[in-house]
């Protein structure tokens, strides 16, 4: 990933146990807020991103798809563990993507959910 943006209501990245828990990589990885949302999006189409929100919807599309055919800038939505993303949010991105899974499990918490997608999308050479 080339840069971390958080929403208005997202935890604060430099509090003690966020530094702890990310091993100190929130000093490493670029971030900042944005900032109204979810009107920001429409900024990062306009900077010529793809939005795709993870969230389990009826019209969402496997991120084996995604992964297929990747658009060359990519901006990742994650929400919160439990809520997930507000429908607000859905609607503005320019696709959901789900992560395929078997068994019964409808979910992930939001930092497996985030590390299966970054490694699917990651730039290959």
Known sequence: MDAVLVTPRCADPLYR???????????????????????????LRDAGFVTAALALS?????????????????????????????PATIAAADVTVRIPMAGGVDSLNVAAAAAVAFWATRVRD
């Open 17 to 43: 146990r966020s530094v702890r828990v990310s091993m100190g990589t929130v000093f490493q990885v670029p971030w900042t807020r944005i900032d109204p949302w979810p009107d920001g999006i429409a900024l």
């Open 58 to 86: 009826d019209d969402s599309v496997s991120l084996d798809a995604l992964e297929a055919d990747p658009p060359e800038r990519l901006a990742l939505v994650l929400g919160a563990e439990g809520d997930g993303l507000k």
